[in-house]
């Protein structure tokens, strides 16, 4: 039996499901046990680049998540440094994910967190993601790829897992020039070593197994294959348990924790986000994985993500408990445009290669 059965994909989706749910009743904000789009949102508010003082936390749980998935690529020979693969769409790509997902408040993980302690504007979340899967499947069968990324110097992979390291440090030592949420959800937070730990287990988990919260519903449509999927339908479970064993189930659409009922919006942000995410080949979770794996486009899908978050904040995009942001609906929109844009011109039977006359002319 490889570490890649269907066995070990579902317990390994119980544990990090588990995992997720324990982290609010250990500090975390109700139903944002583990958000990988909410905590990079947050990193980014605690790093100056967007001023919303209520989301700003360096997030132990991201970095323990990058190193963990580190120690078990190193471990197991996984670790290979990768890169040049459409870097700037795949930037832009990873800001329309966390564009989409701020607009529903959580990412394709919290979806699932959120549905496990009864928020049903979890099931309009997945339907979103669902969507946009199924649009992405649409372009993958028509012939999309972002292109083949090539072996690079080792050293270049290392910067990902060395950055995390570095903000680990900034998390631990706290400098004037971090910012700090007083209040909010930023505020909300389990101690730094528990949130290390469980960020530590859930990367070395996701590593091993491959786990993927859209590449599950993408797979499933796509090639009927329900590895992946497994440990979607797990995680839900083992948050769900948690939740009904320490009474943190409150089922319906109104008054939920750091939520909004907008349907239309929780659905068209979540499309966005599952869409994005399906050309990039992996959720947000995935690509932080894969960019502690060396893959170098992964990392460049993160610091797009971060520029997202920013935008979206700075730019009054990001939704509130109130409802979307200002702007918000007039941003998701234009990141469907791009990502369909993206899905249909970026196909391997369209020759963009410059000529060799194009090339020659002198500037």
Not at 310 to 336: D, K, R, T, Y
């Amino acid at each position: 039996m490889t570490f890649f059965s269907k066995g070990r994909m579902i317990f390994a989706g119980l544990a990090v499901g588990i995992i997720a749910a324990l982290m609010n009743v250990l500090g975390n904000p109700a139903n944002m046990g583990v958000c990988i789009a909410c905590f990079y949102r947050d990193i980014t508010g605690a790093l100056g680049f967007h001023r919303a003082a209520v989301v700003q936390y360096l997030r132990p749980e991201i970095m323990g998540i990058a190193l963990g998935a580190f120690i078990a690529a190193l471990l197991f020979g996984d670790f290979r440094a990768r890169g040049g693969s459409a870097s700037l769409v795949r930037f832009l790509l990873g800001a329309f994910v966390m564009i989409g997902s701020l607009a529903f408040l959580g990412c394709p993980v919290r979806a699932l967190l959120r549905l496990a302690g009864g928020d049903l504007n979890g099931i309009t979340a997945l339907l979103g993601i669902v969507a946009g899967a199924l649009v992405g499947i649409y372009f993958l069968k028509n012939g999309f790829n972002l292109g083949r990324a090539e072996k690079t110097y080792t050293p270049a992979g290392w910067l990902m897992p060395v950055i995390m390291f570095g903000l680990l440090l900034l998390a631990i030592g706290v400098p004037k020039f971090i910012f700090v949420s007083e209040s909010g959800p930023g505020a909300a937070h389990a101690p730094i070593i528990i949130s290390l730990l469980a960020g530590l287990i859930i990367g070395f988990l996701a590593q091993r197994t491959r786990m993927c919260f859209v590449g599950g519903w993408r797979d499933l449509f796509l090639v009927k294959d329900s590895y992946l999927f497994g440990g979607i339908a797990a995680f839900l479970v083992g948050a769900f348990l948690i939740n009904a064993i320490t009474g943190n189930i409150n089922f319906g659409f109104e008054g939920q924790p750091v939520a909004h009922a907008n349907h239309l919006w929780n659905f068209l942000g979540m499309a966005l986000t599952g869409l994005a995410a399906t050309l990039l080949g992996g959720c947000p979770l995935r690509q932080t994985i894969m960019a502690s794996e060396g893959d170098i486009d992964s990392g460049i899908t993160i610091m797009g993500m971060i520029a997202g978050a920013a935008c979206s904040h700075n730019f009054m995009l990001a939704s509130s408990p109130e409802g979307p942001g200002e702007f918000g609906p007039v941003a998701v929109i234009i990141g469907l445009i791009f990502a369909c844009a993206v899905g249909l011109l970026m196909k391997e039977n369209i020759n963009w290669t410059v000529s060799k006359t194009s090339k020659n002319i002198s500037h």
